[in-house]
C-alpha cells in the first residue's frame, strides 16, 4: 500500500513526500493572500436548503474547489500518474464531499456535532453499495493523498499554546488514554486472532484520533489498504451514535463540566464533534474538551515515529538483520513531517494574527480535502466486505476496544479532571 516500497521512482516523487508539497502549496497560497470568503452552508428545513444556491452562497465554493483540483492534479502529475484521467473524475467526487458539507449544514446535523465526514463517507458508501463505483471514477478515488494532505493543513491549525492553555492536566490525560487503550486494544485484536498489521491500525485509531492516526500508523507499518479502509470505515460509523448518546449520558450522571468536557475530548475522535458535544453541557465542557482532543492530535506524530521504529525492529529481527536508522527513516510516514512542521511553523514563526487570521481559511481547506478522503473511503467499501471480513472479528474487537476506551477514558477524565488530585483548571 505505501508507496515508501517503490525505489524505482525518485524519493520527491512517493505520496508521502508529494502530499507535503501540495500541504505546502496550500499553506503558502493562504499566506499570500489567497483567503476566499466561504459562506457557512446552514439552512433547516427543505425550504432553506434552496436558498442555499438562489443566494449564491453554494457557488461560491466552485473557488476552492477550482484550487483543489488544480491542486490535486499537479499532485498526480509528480507522482508521475495519469492526470487527464483524475481531471476528469474528481468533479464528482468533489461534488460528492460538497453535498456532505451542505448536509452537514442542516441545524439538527449542527446541534449534533455531526459533520461533513461522516456525511461523505455515508455518500460514497450510497454510491459504492448501490449503483456500484465506477471504473472512470477511480481515478480521483484517492483516500491517502487526500488526507495527508489534509493532516498537513490540520498541523497549522494545532498550536502549542492552546495546547499549554489547559496546564499539564490534558497532556497528562491524553498520554495516559493513548498508552492504556492502545495496549488493550492490541492485545483484545490479538485474542481475536487478528494479524499485527490490523492490530496496529485499530489499535491506533481507538487510542488516539481516529481515522487520522490510523493512516499514520498504516503508512508506518506499510500496512494493507482493504484493512485501512475497514479500520476507518467502522471509526465513522461508530461515530455517530457516540456523538449521540455521551451528551445525554453526561447529563444522566450529572457529571462536572470539567470532566465532561475531558470525556468527550478523550473519547469522540474529531474536533467538530467534541465542540458541539461540549456546548450541548456548556462553555467549559466544551473548552476543556478540544484542549484534550487537541493534546491527542499531537501524540499523531509521536505515535507514527514509535510505530516506525517498532516496526522496523520486528521485521529486521525477523529476518536475522540488525535495525538501521535508514530502514526507520525509510519506514517512517513523511507527511508526519510536514504535519509537525506546520504545527511549528504557526506556532512559533508565524505572526499569531496572522495564524489566527488565516485559521478559518486553513480549516476550510483541510475540511474539504478531509471531506474528498472520506468520500474516497466510501467509494471503496462495500458493506458485505465489511460484514465478511475475517468472519466478523476485527468489528467485535474494535467494539470491545472502544467500549474500554470510553470507560478508561471517563475513570481518568474524574481523577484527573475532578477536582480529586489537582485544581480543576479555570478556562
Known amino acids: 500500500m505505501h508507496t515508501n516500497t517503490n525505489v524505482t521512482r525518485p524519493w520527491w516523487t512517493l505520496e508521502d513526500w508529494v502530499a507535503v508539497w501540495i500541504g505546502v502549496a496550500s499553506l503558502a497560497l493562504i499566506l499570500g493572500g489567497y483567503r476566499p470568503a466561504l459562506p457557512a452552508l446552514k439552512w433547516a428545513g427543505a425550504g432553506d436548503a434552496g436558498t442555499l444556491v438562489a443566494t449564491g452562497k453554494l457557488a461560491q465554493w466552485a473557488n476552492p474547489a477550482a484550487v483543489l483540483w488544480l491542486l490535486s492534479a499537479c499532485g498526480i502529475a509528480l507522482m508521475r500518474e495519469r492526470v487527464v484521467t483524475h481531471l476528469l473524475a474528481f468533479p464528482l467526487v468533489f461534488a460528492l464531499a460538497l453535498g456532505a458539507n451542505v448536509l452537514a449544514g442542516n441545524s439538527v446535523a449542527s446541534t449534533w456535532g455531526i459533520e461533513g465526514v461522516i456525511f461523505a463517507l455515508s455518500l460514497g458508501l450510497l454510491v459504492s453499495n448501490t449503483v456500484g463505483t465506477p471504473a472512470w471514477l477511480q481515478p480521483a478515488v484517492r483516500t491517502e493523498f487526500y488526507i495527508k494532505t489534509g493532516l498537513i493543513l490540520m498541523g497549522a491549525t494545532i498550536l502549542f499554546a492552546e495546547i499549554v ?79 449521540v448518546l455521551q451528551p445525554w449520558l453526561i447529563r444522566w450522571m450529572g457529571l462536572p463540566d470539567a470532566v465532561a468536557g475531558a470525556w468527550l475530548g478523550g473519547t469522540l475522535d474529531t474536533t467538530g464533534s467534541v465542540v458541539a458535544a461540549g456546548e450541548l453541557i456548556s462553555e467549559t465542557a466544551a473548552k476543556i474538551g478540544t484542549i484534550v482532543k487537541f493534546s491527542q492530535n499531537v501524540l499523531i506524530g509521536v505515535a ?51 495564524s489566527k487570521a488565516v485559521k478559518p481559511v486553513i480549516t476550510n481547506l483541510r475540511n474539504l480535502w478531509f471531506g474528498l478522503a472520506f468520500v474516497s473511503i466510501g467509494l471503496e467499501t462495500r458493506f458485505t466486505d465489511l460484514l465478511r471480513m475475517e468472519e466478523g472479528r476485527p468489528l467485535f474487537a474494535f467494539l470491545g476496544a472502544q467500549t474500554f476506551n470510553v470507560v478508561w477514558t471517563l475513570l481518568l477524565a474524574w481523577l484527573v479532571f475532578g477536582g480529586l488530585f489537582f485544581a480543576v483548571p479555570k478556562i
Open 304 to 354: 507514527a515515529f514509535l510505530l516506525s521504529v517498532w516496526w522496523s525492529a520486528r521485521s529486521t529481527a525477523d529476518r536475522g538483520e540488525r535495525t538501521s536508522a535508514s530502514v526507520i527513516w525509510a519506514r517512517f510516514p513523511k507527511f508526519v513531517l510536514g504535519f509537525v512542521g506546520a504545527s511549528l511553523l504557526f506556532s512559533f514563526v508565524i505572526d499569531p494574527a496572522v
Open 165 to 243: 492553555a489547559a496546564g499539564v492536566l490534558g497532556i497528562l490525560q491524553s498520554v495516559l488514554v493513548v498508552i492504556v487503550v492502545w495496549y488493550f486494544s492490541f492485545w483484545l485484536a490479538k485474542k481475536l486472532r487478528l494479524d499485527d498489521e490490523f492490530a496496529t491500525m485499530l489499535s491506533t485509531a481507538v487510542s488516539i484520533c481516529g481515522v487520522s492516526a490510523a493512516i499514520a500508523a498504516c503508512g508506518a507499518i506499510e500496512g494493507d489498504r482493504k484493512k485501512l479502509s475497514y479500520v476507518t470505515s467502522i471509526v465513522l460509523i461508530v461515530a455517530i451514535p457516540m456523538i
